[in-house]
């Protein structure tokens, strides 16, 4: 009887430690805002001659919507939804690619993201509850105009929850994952953290995901895109190793509501040109080693190509395009 008592204690202070560390990583990963980083630059709407209307919704939620007044409007409204960052600022590039076209865009940035109020992002589902509010303003806005949702990342995860719960009209998901602890601890891996721990500790991210925003805080996008019969077009990279096969709702999710496209030679951002990307990676590597630069080494910031590096391929672009219009 001792040594069962001492082993059932054995057990649950193992599991008391996994847990702590599960809550450790996670606020880690959640638990600060995402800014703007002042060496970086972010194209304004100034800079596409785009309109910016400031709006809000809820407590925390902000963000602009973009009209291109000079392009013919086809009463239609994108809501865009960002990925993990310093909210939409970092996708101004493609949000001026569907003014050109007409489009008006909402784009709010998440609780804990740039324009938007909060101490920290919380967690993943924290993106859906953003798309849903956003959806809610922009059908209030502009009623009976057709929505569509276009997210990357992080976004497309929200976007691909989002509207299991809210109508529109279609989705755009381009680099989604399918689950968050699978995204977590595939995201823990590639900052080092060892395979067997990471998987170990994934059930654990599951349980603080549940406590934090109960059943839905561990919803499956894969899923609900596969359920919810909305048109849906899924983009990926082949390459892509920060949203992997193995959690990618690319190569999860199946149905007749669901179009796809693989980028060949593409990683996380397929969307942008090869090239585009191939800069985006030598811009990542650099800012990791910010901290240890001299001021001569940060002249490399204020002389990078931030258009090159913003770069969008025509393909995929004309082929997200011609998906809205079908829809």
Same mark, same amino acid.
């Given at each position: 009887?001792?040594?069962?008592?001492?082993?059932?204690?054995? +057990?649950?202070?193992?599991?008391?430690? *996994?847990?702590?560390?599960? #809550?450790?990583?996670? $606020?880690?990963?959640?638990?600060?805002?995402? /800014?703007? #980083?002042?060496?970086?630059?972010?194209f304004t709407a100034e800079d596409f001659n785009l309109t910016a209307k400031p709006v809000s919704t809820g407590k925390?939620? $902000?963000?602009?919507?973009? $009209?291109?007044v000079q392009a013919?409007?086809?009463?239609?409204?994108?809501?865009?939804?960002?990925?993990?960052?310093?909210?939409? #600022?970092?996708?101004?590039?493609?949000?001026?690619?569907?003014?050109?076209?007409?489009?008006? +865009?909402? !784009?709010? /940035?998440?609780?804990?993201?740039?324009?938007?109020?909060?101490?920290? #992002?919380?967690?993943?589902?924290?993106?859906?509850?953003?798309?849903?509010?956003?959806?809610?303003?922009?059908?209030?806005?502009?009623?009976?105009?057709? *929505?569509?949702?276009?997210?990357?990342?992080?976004?497309?995860?929200? !976007?691909?929850?989002?509207?299991? +719960?809210? $109508?529109?009209?279609?989705?755009v998901a381009i680099s989604a994952p399918s689950t968050p602890s699978k995204t977590i601890q595939e995201g823990a891996v590639n900052v080092g953290l060892p395979k067997p721990v990471a998987a170990v500790l994934r059930p654990f991210w599951w349980l603080v995901n549940l406590f934090k925003y109960g059943a839905k805080g561990n919803?499956? !996008? !894969?899923?609900?895109?596969?359920?919810?019969?909305?048109?849906t077009l899924l983009i990926h990279g082949d390459c892509d190793k920060v949203v992997g096969k193995s959690k990618a709702v690319f190569f999860k999710a199946d149905g007749e509501n669901i179009e796809k496209l693989l980028c060949k030679v593409k990683y996380h951002n397929p969307y942008n040109t090869q090239s585009a990307e191939k800069l985006l990676a030598e811009l990542s590597a650099n800012l990791s080693k910010a901290s240890k630069m001299t001021d001569k080494d940060r002249e490399y910031f204020n002389g990078f190509d931030y258009c090159a590096a913003t770069e969008e391929d025509k393909e995929v672009m004309t082929k997200i395009s011609e998906f809205l219009k079908s829809n």
């Amino acid at each position: 009887m001792l040594a069962l008592i001492i082993t059932l204690s054995v +057990v649950a202070f193992l599991l008391c430690l *996994i847990f702590a560390l599960a #809550i450790i990583s996670d $606020k880690i990963a959640f638990g600060r805002r995402y /800014d703007k #980083i002042p060496l970086l630059k972010y194209f304004t709407a100034e800079d596409f001659n785009l309109t910016a209307k400031p709006v809000s919704t809820g407590k925390y939620l $902000k963000g602009f919507v973009y $009209k291109n007044v000079q392009a013919e409007q086809n009463g239609k409204v994108v809501v865009f939804c960002h990925g993990m960052g310093p909210g939409h #600022i970092a996708y101004t590039t493609e949000i001026a690619y569907f003014c050109n076209l007409g489009y008006t +865009v909402v !784009a709010f /940035d998440s609780k804990g993201c740039n324009f938007s109020g909060g101490k920290n #992002i919380k967690g993943m589902y924290e993106g859906v509850k953003t798309a849903t509010a956003a959806i809610d303003f922009a059908q209030a806005k502009f009623k009976g105009a057709p *929505i569509y949702l276009i997210g990357h990342s992080w976004g497309a995860y929200s !976007a691909l929850c989002a509207s299991a +719960v809210r $109508k529109v009209n279609a989705v755009v998901a381009i680099s989604a994952p399918s689950t968050p602890s699978k995204t977590i601890q595939e995201g823990a891996v590639n900052v080092g953290l060892p395979k067997p721990v990471a998987a170990v500790l994934r059930p654990f991210w599951w349980l603080v995901n549940l406590f934090k925003y109960g059943a839905k805080g561990n919803a499956n !996008a !894969a899923k609900r895109a596969e359920k919810n019969g909305t048109p849906t077009l899924l983009i990926h990279g082949d390459c892509d190793k920060v949203v992997g096969k193995s959690k990618a709702v690319f190569f999860k999710a199946d149905g007749e509501n669901i179009e796809k496209l693989l980028c060949k030679v593409k990683y996380h951002n397929p969307y942008n040109t090869q090239s585009a990307e191939k800069l985006l990676a030598e811009l990542s590597a650099n800012l990791s080693k910010a901290s240890k630069m001299t001021d001569k080494d940060r002249e490399y910031f204020n002389g990078f190509d931030y258009c090159a590096a913003t770069e969008e391929d025509k393909e995929v672009m004309t082929k997200i395009s011609e998906f809205l219009k079908s829809n």
